[in-house]
């Protein structure tokens, strides 16, 4: 049997964001910066910027603003066969403004019957999507819609079928939905994953984990059952289970920019370590590419191997 022709592949929704800049507010700006966006996006454009074979599945607009999507695909390197072209609809939005404390940041969504909610099952390659080593998904598309849970439940039964590995990120996001029903519709889909992220909130707010961070990730272990599981914690860095005991990461020490796309990146050095079967190596990757992203403008992290490589083997701090 061949080799798969991918490394990663994934299937969600991309999103334009709009950035008012720091200290502004949305209603009074004058100003937006435009970034395209989107969880499981950014996870394989980081991917394909390490040097990995990567590929997005989902569906785009026929018009500025899906080609402005496909472009950041594209300059990363992401293959884009997967993408599925519509002549009508509309890309998902989001505005988002950045504050100090006590407001913080403030993401207002605009993405209801975006063209991501229309795919249907039967409109996925599914060949295509599973000529790979480890499918990634999160729980934000089966959020969207119905139609977009079912390819998310499909995908994983399909790549359990064909022996792919299966990469989830737990990634709720309580203004699409509410907790019960992410627990119960996430729960079935996250026991079949080979490798699990999910954050110390998310452990809480889904799950009732609590209590120290072993103890939280131990209590998140005990329900779910993973091979993998990569716990985060903020600024207190990771905990992981690689099947035989707990290992832990510091976060690296960074300057803020931009918060939005940490966890994403720190999923993608995680991956990058795991797919070269050293996922005590991914952790060190995972936390300097979140640092990286912390200090980015932008959802999608601009870096290189070399960088990264580079950077991972410095302290744990990096340069404020």
């Not at 990995?52 to 607009?61: D, E, I, M, S, Y």
């Not at 690296?252 to 190596?281: M, N, P, S």
Request: net charge negative.
């Amino acid at each position: 049997m061949s080799d798969p022709r991918f490394d990663v592949t994934t299937f969600g929704e991309m999103l334009v964001r709009f950035s008012v800049p720091s200290g502004e507010r949305l209603e009074t700006t004058k100003q937006l910066d435009v970034h395209p966006a989107g969880a499981e996006a950014n996870v394989v454009t980081l991917l394909a910027r390490l040097g990995r074979r990567t590929l997005w599945v989902g569906a785009l607009p026929e018009n500025p603003m899906g080609r402005l999507a496909v472009g950041a695909l594209r300059i990363a390197g992401v293959h884009t066969e997967g993408v599925l072209w519509r002549q009508t609809g509309r890309m998902g939005s989001y505005y988002v403004e950045f504050g100090p404390p006590p407001r913080g940041i403030q993401v207002t969504y605009d993405r209801t019957h975006s063209c991501a909610t229309g795919v249907r099952p039967e409109e996925i390659d599914w060949e295509l999507l599973l000529d790979t080593r480890v499918l990634h998904l999160t729980g934000i598309t089966p959020a969207l819609c119905p139609s977009c849970a079912e390819i998310v439940g499909e995908a994983v039964k399909r790549a359990k079928q064909r022996g792919v590995l299966i990469s989830f990120d737990v990634n709720y996001r309580q203004k699409l939905w509410g907790e019960s029903e992410a627990q119960q519709t996430i729960l079935p889909l996250i026991r079949q994953a080979d490798l699990l992220f999910c954050s110390q909130a998310d452990a809480t707010r889904l799950f009732g984990c609590a209590g120290s961070m072993q103890e939280t990730a131990q209590q998140l272990l005990d329900q779910i059952q993973v091979p993998a599981l990569v716990t985060s914690f903020g600024a207190d860095g990771v905990l992981c289970w690689d099947g035989a005991g707990w290992q832990h990461e510091p976060a690296r020490q960074t300057q803020i920019i931009d918060r939005l796309g940490a966890g994403d990146a720190l999923a993608a050095g995680v991956l990058y370590g795991w797919l070269q079967g050293d996922l005590q190596a991914g952790l060190r990757y995972g936390v300097t590419l979140a640092a990286l992203a912390l200090s980015q403008k932008g959802d999608m992290v601009i870096t290189t191997e070399v960088e990264m490589l580079a950077f991972s083997r410095q302290s744990s701090t990096l340069t404020r």
